[in-house]
């Protein structure tokens, strides 16, 4: 009786765990199909970031090529300029209006002007 009873309880275990790596293997068919469900949408993405990424680095070599183009140009007129640029120059605030002040022609009075024609 008892070795009726151990090969019932043997019986139902493999029942159980047959059903368990059922449901496991069924788990694990749906995993794959989702994840190759997935990788279809993931691979014209993926298409599309590498076509993007080819096109910026051509037009990163196009600005390249046009900033040498601009450097030469620079260069050439520096030289034929004997490499006299003019300096840029540091204005505070507060110089602006006195050398507005100090630009401007002095007006003279009419006897100043006799003056400096007479003398």
């Not at 275990?13 to 989702?34: C, D, F, M, P, V």
């Not at 469900?37 to 691979?43: E, I, K, Q």
Request: with cysteine.
């Amino acid at each position: 009786m008892k070795q009726a009873q151990r090969s019932l309880f043997d019986h139902e275990t493999l029942l159980a765990k047959g059903n368990s790596n059922r449901q496991e293997a069924k788990e694990l068919s749906q995993l794959i199909y989702h994840l190759k469900n997935s990788s279809l949408s993931v691979d014209p993405e993926l298409s599309r970031l590498e076509a993007r990424c080819a096109e910026l680095e051509k037009e990163l070599g196009d600005v390249k090529a046009a900033i040498d183009r601009h450097k030469s140009i620079l260069a050439q007129i520096l030289d034929a300029n004997g490499n006299c640029w003019p300096k840029s120059e540091k204005v505070e605030p507060s110089e602006v209006a006195s050398r507005t002040f100090l630009d401007q022609p002095k007006k003279t009075s009419n006897k100043s002007q006799k003056l400096m024609l007479s003398g």
